[in-house]
């Protein structure tokens, strides 16, 4: 049911019937481990660039606007991350990196071990 589920999903049209370019994953197949209760299907309609709506009565599940004001930074794949470290004086931009990489990088930044079944990498700086 879950796999015919994300297909149909990823199948849904836009407002103008051209293909979404949505994207289904599944929790369990991209986590190493998932704590708690984590939803049966994560997904980024066109790109993120569409808002699923938690609202009912709308003709559409998805939204080029949020159904509750606009939110442009809420989902956004891409993020921001800076790092000062007196040592390494010598910014640069690093392509790549994933939100899993900042624990291991302080981590490794304060000289403690990083455990071996933690996800991500310490960036390096230098």
């Not at 709506?53 to 509750?68: F, K, R």
């Not at 993020?79 to 470290?85: E, I, P």
């Amino acid at each position: 049911m879950r796999d015919e589920l994300a297909t149909r999903l990823a199948e849904l049209p836009d407002n103008k019937g051209r293909r979404l370019g949505t994207e289904v994953f599944q929790p369990d197949q991209i986590y190493l481990t998932c704590n708690g209760v984590s939803p049966d299907l994560i997904v980024h309609f066109g790109g993120l660039a569409w808002r699923c709506l938690a609202t009912l009565g709308h003709p559409s599940i998805c939204s080029l606007d949020s159904d509750a004001a606009p939110d442009d930074a809420n989902h956004a794949m891409h993020g921001v991350f800076v790092l000062s470290d007196p040592r390494h004086t010598n910014g640069k931009h690093i392509d790549g990196l994933q939100l899993m990489d900042v624990a291991p990088t302080i981590l490794s930044l304060l000289d403690m071990p990083v455990p071996g079944d933690m996800q991500g990498r310490p960036v390096s700086l230098a």
